[in-house]
C-alpha cells in the first residue's frame, strides 16, 4: 500500500471507527505532604481544584512566561499525582530547581507503566468488552482503576485525536496480553492498529491540538490557552502572563489554508502580509477529513483571521488564508461524545 493511502486508512480508522497505538509518554509520579501546592506552583491550571480520579492539561512556563511544556496532571487522591510528559529529563531538573523545601518527591515511572491509547466512535464498545468494568460512565478528562482479567489497567478519558478515545496505563510485561485483547474485542468494530505518524500530524492538527513544534518559545495567551491559566493563583511566569492576559497577546498562533494544494511548505517557513513578514509556519499536514493541506503559523497580533498571506517556501510564495487553528469540530462534539 502507497504511504499516502495508508495514511489516509488510518486517519479514517480513527475518525470513523477505531484505532489503537502505542502512545508512550514519560510519567513522573510526584506525592508528598506539599504536592498539591507544588503543582499549583508550576503550572498554570489550577491542580488543586481537582476531584480523585480526574486530570488536567496545562502548561509548564519560565518566569519569561515561555511554554516549557504543555503535559496533563492526573490526581489519584491523596497526595499522588502524574505528570506525562516527553520532556522527562529537562522536567525533572526544573522540578528538582523549584521545589525548595517543599515536602515533595518524585519518582520516574515510565519504565513500570506502558501507555496505549484507543481511539474513535468505536472505542467505549471496544473497551467496554474488554475490560472489567465499563467506560461509559468516564466524563472527559477523568479515568478509573479497572482490569483486564487479572492485570491491573487505568482507564482515562483522554487522547490527542479530537474523537471519543481513552488511554489505557498498564504494566509494560502485559503489552502482548493487552494488544491481543484488543485485536480480538475490536475485530467487530473494525480496529485498526495505528502505524503511521497520522496520531501527531493530520488527526491532532485538523482538531487545533499543538505539539512542542508549535508551543516552543510562545506562551499560553499566543497559544490560545487562555482558559487554562489563573491568574488568581501564584505560578512561575505570572507576572508577565497576566498583564499579557489583560492587555492582550503580541502574537497568535492561528491556523492556514492554502490556494493551491502543495507539500512544499514546511516548518519555520515565512509568512508575509502585504509584503511585511510576521510570522513563520509552525505545523504543516494533509487533513485527510477536511481534504485538504492545513497548518499553523505563530503570527504577529496585526494578522487576522481571513487575511490573506503570502508563504515564502525554498521552491517560491504560496498564497494562504489565515483562519481559526481548529479545522475539525470546533465544538468539540466529537470528543465528548
Known amino acids: 500500500m502507497k504511504n ?29 505532604k506539599d504536592a498539591e501546592k507544588f503543582l499549583d506552583y508550576i503550572c498554570v491550571n489550577v491542580i488543586s481544584e481537582l476531584e480523585p480520579k480526574s486530570a488536567s492539561y496545562t502548561t509548564i512556563l519560565n518566569k519569561d512566561a515561555d511554554a516549557l511544556d504543555d503535559v496533563i496532571v492526573f490526581y489519584h487522591g491523596g497526595d499522588k499525582y502524574w505528570i506525562t510528559t516527553l520532556f522527562m529529563e529537562e522536567l525533572q531538573k526544573w522540578v528538582n530547581k523549584h ?24 472505542s467505549n464498545e471496544v473497551l467496554n468488552d474488554l475490560l472489567k468494568d465499563k467506560v461509559d460512565d468516564l466524563g472527559y478528562f477523568e479515568f478509573k482503576d479497572t482490569k483486564l482479567d487479572d492485570i491491573d489497567v ?25 494488544v491481543a485483547g484488543l485485536k480480538e474485542k475490536g475485530k467487530a468494530y473494525g480496529i485498526e492498529e495505528i502505524t503511521t505518524d497520522v496520531t501527531l500530524t493530520s488527526l491532532p492538527t485538523e482538531k487545533g491540538y499543538i505539539t512542542v513544534d508549535d508551543f516552543e518559545g510562545a506562551n499560553p495567551i499566543e497559544l490560545g490557552l487562555d482558559w487554562s491559566v ?43 502580509l502585504n509584503g511585511e513578514e510576521v510570522g513563520e509556519v509552525t505545523t504543516y499536514t494533509y487533513g485527510f477529513t477536511v481534504e485538504e493541506y492545513i497548518g499553523y503559523a505563530l503570527v504577529d497580533a496585526k494578522a487576522k483571521k481571513g487575511d490573506k498571506v503570502q508563504i515564502v517556501t525554498s521552491k517560491g510564495e504560496v498564497e494562504g488564508t489565515l483562519q481559526e487553528r481548529m479545522f475539525y469540530d470546533p465544538k468539540g462534539e466529537r470528543v465528548r461524545a
Open 4 to 32: 499516502q493511502e495508508l495514511l489516509r486508512k488510518e486517519h479514517e480508522a480513527v475518525r470513523n471507527k477505531v484505532g489503537f497505538f502505542d502512545f508512550a509518554h514519560d510519567i513522573l509520579e510526584v506525592t508528598g
Open 99 to 122: 521545589v525548595g523545601d517543599m515536602d515533595v518527591n518524585f519518582k520516574d515511572v515510565t519504565e513500570e507503566t506502558a501507555l496505549y491509547s484507543v481511539q474513535g466512535p468505536k
Open 154 to 178: 487505568i482507564a482515562s478519558r483522554t487522547g490527542f485525536t479530537g474523537e471519543l478515545g481513552y488511554e489505557l496505563y498498564f504494566h509494560p510485561k502485559y503489552t502482548d496480553k493487552i
Open 230 to 272: 489563573d491568574c488568581d493563583k501564584d505560578f512561575i511566569g505570572k507576572d508577565k502572563l497576566c498583564v499579557l492576559k489583560k492587555e492582550g497577546p503580541k502574537r497568535n498562533l492561528l491556523g492556514f489554508t492554502v490556494e493551491k494544494e502543495t507539500d512544499e511548505v514546511e516548518k519555520g517557513d515565512k509568512i508575509k
